[in-house]
C-alpha cells in the first residue's frame, strides 16, 4: 500500500507528487487552519498527515524527518486528549504566553537537542543505516516539531514561531531532497503560521484583560 502511494499520483511540471505526499502535505496544511480555529479537529487531521508523511520521508531518506511523524502522532494523540477533557471542546485549549522560563526552557531543547540527534543520526549513518543525508538540519526540524506540538498541546501561543523556526530550515531542506511540493507547501505555511501567531496572541491578550477586568 505504501509502495502505491508512493509511485502513482500527479506530475505537474514536470514533477512526480506521489499521492502519500499530496495528501499529507494538504493535510498539515488543514491543521494549521484547524489549529488557528482552535478545534479539535486539529488532531485526528494531523494523525491522517503524520501517516501519509512518514511514507514520504523514509523513502527520501530523511530519519529525522521520518522519525518526528511518529512523535507527531504519539503528541496528536495527547493533544486529542488534553483537549478533550474541556466543556467546550470546540473551542479547544485557552490559550496564554509562555513565560520567561518557559521560552528559555523550548530554546535549550532545541539547540541541545538538535546537536544530539543530529549527532545521532549522523553516528548511524556512519554504522551504514543511511540515516539521514543531511543530519542536522533534519535534526532541528525534528526537534522544533516535538517543542512545537508540546507547546501547542498546552495552549502556548509560541508554538507558532517555533514553527516558523522550523519552516525556515524545511524549505531548501525539502527543495534539495527533491520534494518540490512539499516547500511550496512550506512557504504557505510560513505565512498561515504569521496569520495563526497573531490570532493566537490577539486571543491570549483578551483573556488577560478579561481576567483582569474580572478580578477588580
Known amino acids: 500500500m505504501s509502495q ?4 502513482h499520483g500527479l506530475t505537474i511540471f514536470g514533477q512526480h507528487i506521489s499521492w502519500a505526499e499530496l495528501v499529507g502535505q494538504l493535510s498539515a496544511l488543514l491543521v494549521v487552519l484547524l489549529a488557528d480555529r482552535r478545534t479539535i479537529w486539529t488532531w485526528p487531521v494531523q494523525i491522517l498527515a503524520t501517516v501519509m508523511l512518514f511514507i514520504v520521508y523514509i523513502s527520501a531518506p530523511l530519519g529525522g524527518l521520518a522519525m518526528r511523524q511518529v512523535a507527531i502522532l504519539l503528541i496528536s494523540v495527547y493533544g486529542w ?3 478533550t477533557r474541556h466543556k467546550r471542546t470546540v473551542f479547544g485549549m485557552v490559550v496564554r504566553t509562555a513565560s520567561t522560563r518557559e521560552r528559555v526552557l523550548m530554546g535549550v ?3 541541545v537537542g538538535t546537536g544530539a540527534f543530529g549527532a545521532l543520526l549522523q553516528y548511524l549513518n556512519s554504522q551504514g543505516y543511511n540515516a539521514s543525508w543531511n543530519p542536522f ?3 532541528w526540524i525534528f526537534v522544533g516539531t516535538l517543542v512545537a506540538f508540546g507547546a501547542q498541546a498546552v495552549g502556548l501561543v509560541e508554538f507558532w514561531l517555533v514553527w516558523l523556526a522550523v519552516d525556515i530550515v524545511g524549505v531548501p531542506l525539502q527543495i534539495k531532497s527533491g520534494l518540490y511540493f512539499s516547500a511550496l507547501v512550506y512557504v504557505v505555511f510560513a ?6 501567531f497573531l490570532d493566537w496572541r490577539k486571543t491570549a491578550q ?3 484583560a478579561a481576567a483582569a477586568a474580572a478580578s477588580k
Not at 191 to 196: N, R
Request: hydrophobic share 65%; no cysteine; net charge neutral.
Open 137 to 139: 538540519p533534519d535534526a
Open 4 to 7: 502505491f502511494l508512493l509511485d
Open 206 to 208: 483578551r483573556s488577560v
Open 109 to 111: 531543547i532545541m539547540v
Open 81 to 83: 486528549w488534553a483537549w
Open 191 to 196: 505565512g498561515l503560521v504569521i496569520k495563526g
